[in-house]
């Protein structure tokens, strides 16, 4: 797929490859499971479009601005108005060498 296909609610989403432009400080939050954690926003491009791209715990040291990743059966969801990516419980974000 590509970033200008995405819209929120897409399931099962695979980027083949897009780069990192930015990453947001980490921050802690409370899932709504009660369990603490770390988040990070990044933004990720390919040649249609940009989107966020949510970095979840050990995800956020893996990655760093200039980046090509893959994203493996994420997810988007909306959040302030914006769609953001995100990898979720059964997908992957992995680093393309």
């Known amino acids: 797929m590509k970033i200008s296909e995405l819209k929120p609610g897409t399931g099962n989403a695979t980027?083949?490859?897009a780069e990192?432009?930015?990453?947001e400080e980490p921050r802690d939050v409370l899932t709504r499971f009660g369990?603490?954690?770390?988040v990070a926003n990044a933004t990720i491009k390919d040649e249609t479009g940009?989107?966020?791209?949510?970095?979840?715990g050990d995800d956020i040291n893996k990655i760093a601005i200039g980046d090509?990743?893959?994203v493996e059966n994420g997810w988007v969801s909306e959040f302030r108005g914006n769609s953001q990516l995100s990898a979720g419980k059964f997908g992957k974000i992995i680093k393309i060498e």
């Open 15 to 17: 980027i083949e490859v």
């Open 20 to 23: 990192v432009t930015a990453i």
């Open 35 to 38: 369990k603490r954690t770390r």
């Open 50 to 56: 940009e989107i966020t791209l949510s970095l979840w």
């Open 68 to 70: 090509k990743v893959k």
